[in-house]
């Protein structure tokens, strides 16, 4: 089923630089600064992950990647060219699923392939999709029908139909129970590897950032700054239990400051 | 008696029992009572004699409507043993009996006792006898009502639809129409009254004009509203999915504020009916706001309450259409909202 999500198009992942990429908010007249000078290079089908505390400014990134924003200073570009407005080839899933409400669960995964005229030619991908996130039997569901996690995964396909070339996962299984949130993290990775898109995650959770990704970027403190960078060039399926991980872990900890816990 | 039977243990598939389960032996005894109340209705109605100056003609054809009725209800509370349908229909027992109560009521205070000045307040029989013999006029009069109406109505209500769009939508439009709203459209559509019957070539598009006015005011504010508090996550949404501005419009503004048209929707419904009966009766010359004038005019009062009668079961006819019209395009909106 993975496959016939991704087999439809070779897809090859974009790249995206970011440089000296600086954003300030108004808070009531006052500046609130949320990134300091970030810069970033993700490769062609990278998968990174990006950790930080809460508040810190990992959203308002990605919503300067997604094209909805435009930062106060610096620059962001994919495939060499800024990126100036949202573009379909760029997805987001959003740390609020914010599903249609008047819309089934079917019609609100149909939506990017609606809006771009696609509904009739690649229907079949609907279906693939539900059935990727578990949600099959809630194709006709409305979204008050669902549960939080469902929502989730409801977001998830929403996203997973449109091909992306860089998809941009903002929490995206921080409501799932831990058995679920396990399957649909190997569902990512195999997903990934499949369509060899590019992957940009935030996550609070230490264990799927390193699970997930080739490299972890550690945010620090609002206003946002690259603190570390954790590279893990482990193979693909990993396991918590192995050495090399728990040493990864242990290392990633040290730089968000709970090294005394360890 | 069903306490002591509900506490006897008995096999369940003695079905002859089950005329004695409570609920159904309730609603049983609940509609025969209703049946009842109409043949006494029906009874007091022809046996006690109308009072000796009046000649209400039709005396005898309300008693035997009230008996028709009585025996129907009859039939229906016994149907109800058989079929859950009919059991349904007992839930209207209490304002079946209440009516009853209310006819008799009405009927003992004007033809029998005449304790209510004549003219001004006929017994029901009149309104039977209004119903018989002018229904005519009256099936007109609601055919031109409801011509007038739907037309006034139904053009308000587009266009005050296009406009909140526009305005909720583009900031020019809403720059220009703005202010024009905020001046003129708390003014009554009333109010336009006499400058529409000399500007408009006909008293019936002066009225179409005035019924799209009332209507088309709230229907503008509440669409305006809907689409201005549309979640702007939904447009980031459908943004980076490559949705195009027509898309964001049509696909996802307009829905995310239906809620709100209807608000409008059904307000401009209630003013619509206000400024229909000034129209007709200042204007329009038929219909049923003029007939109801007309037999003011008259001191045809049971012709009067007649219209009143056909305008309440027309207006509640109307509302209830809207109603169902939301029931089923809003539907995703159950279970979301009190209902
Ligand atoms: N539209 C806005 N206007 C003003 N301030 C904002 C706005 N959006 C975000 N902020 C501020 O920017 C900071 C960073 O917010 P952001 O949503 O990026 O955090 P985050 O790292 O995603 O946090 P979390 O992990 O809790 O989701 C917060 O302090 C927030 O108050
Ligand atoms: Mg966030």
Redesign the pocket.
């Known amino acids: 089923m993975v496959a016939a999500i991704a087999s439809d198009h070779a897809v090859r992942g974009s790249t995206l630089t970011l440089r000296e990429v600086s954003h300030r908010?108004?808070?009531e007249g006052q500046p609130?600064p949320?990134l300091d000078r970030i810069s970033l290079q993700v490769g062609r089908g990278e998968f990174v992950a990006l950790l930080?505390?809460?508040?810190?400014?990992?959203?308002?990134?990605?919503?300067l990647v997604a094209g909805l924003d435009t930062p106060t200073a610096g620059s962001l570009l994919t495939e060499g060219r800024e990126i100036e407005a949202p573009d379909p080839s760029r997805v987001v899933v959003f740390?609020d699923p914010t599903l249609y409400p008047w819309r089934t669960v079917w019609s609100n995964v149909a939506l990017g392939l609606e809006a771009r005229g696609l509904l009739r030619t690649h229907r079949g991908r609907i279906e693939d999709a539900l059935r990727l996130v578990g949600l099959t039997g809630f194709a006709n569901a409305y979204p008050h029908q669902l549960s939080g996690g469902m929502a989730q995964r409801a977001a998830l396909a929403r996203a997973l139909v449109n091909d992306p070339k860089l998809l941009i996962l903002?929490?995206p299984l921080g409501q799932l129970d831990s058995l679920t949130r396990i399957a649909m993290q190997a569902e990512l990775v195999s997903l990934w590897q499949r369509s060899s898109f590019t992957a940009l995650l935030?996550t609070?959770d230490v264990e799927e950032a390193l699970l997930l990704a080739g490299r972890v970027i550690v945010l620090s403190d609002?206003p946002?700054r690259i603190k570390a960078e954790v590279v893990n060039s482990q193979p693909y399926p990993r396991h918590r239990g192995d050495p090399h991980f728990v040493e990864l872990r242990r290392e990633v900890f040290e730089q968000l400051g709970l090294d005394e816990a360890w | 008696m069903s306490s002591v039977i509900d506490e006897v243990p008995r096999p369940s598939e003695q079905s002859g029992f089950g005329f004695f389960e409570s609920s159904t032996t309730r609603s049983l005894i609940g509609g025969l009572s209703v049946a009842a109340a109409w043949s006494m209705v029906a009874a007091f109605t022809a046996f006690w004699p109308d009072r000796p100056e009046s000649d209400w003609a039709y005396t005898g054809g309300f008693a035997i409507a009230c008996g028709a009725l009585a025996l129907a209800l009859a039939v229906a509370a016994l149907a109800g043993v058989r079929f859950v349908a009919f059991q349904r229909l007992q839930r209207l027992s209490p304002w079946l009996f209440a009516l009853a109560m209310f006819l008799a009521a009405w009927e003992a205070v004007t033809a029998k006792l005449g304790l209510l000045p004549l003219p001004f307040f006929p017994p029901p029989q009149a309104i039977v006898e209004v119903a018989i013999d002018d229904w005519g006029r009256l099936a007109e009069g609601i055919f031109a009502s409801a011509r007038l109406l739907a037309t006034g109505y139904l053009l308000g209500a587009a266009v005050g639809f296009v406009t909140g769009v526009a305005i909720g939508w583009s900031r020019r439009a809403g720059y220009w129409i703005h202010p024009v709203l905020r001046f003129i459209g708390p003014l009554p559509a009333t109010a336009w009254l006499p400058l529409a019957f000399f500007v408009f070539p006909s008293s019936f598009s002066a009225s179409i004009f005035l019924i799209a006015l009332a209507t088309g005011f709230p229907v503008t504010v509440l669409t305006w509203s809907g689409i201005a508090g549309v979640k702007s996550a939904y447009y980031d949404i459908a943004r980076t999915l490559g949705a195009t501005q027509r898309f964001l419009v049509l696909k996802v503004a307009i829905p995310a504020a239906m809620p709100h048209v209807f608000v409008g929707l059904f307000m401009g419904l209630g003013n619509s009916f206000a400024v229909l009966v000034v129209a007709e009766m200042l204007g329009v010359k038929a219909g049923l706001g003029w007939y109801l004038q007309w037999a003011q005019g008259w001191a045809a009062y049971a012709n009067m309450y007649a219209a009143l009668l056909l305008m309440a079961f027309l207006c509640s006819g109307l509302i209830t259409l809207l109603f169902s019209l939301r029931d089923r395009l809003l539907s995703w909106q159950k279970g979301l909202v009190r209902w």
């Open positions: 908010f108004d808070l609130l949320v930080g505390p809460s508040g810190c400014g990992k959203s308002t990134l990605l919503r740390q903002d929490e935030v609070h609002r946002a």
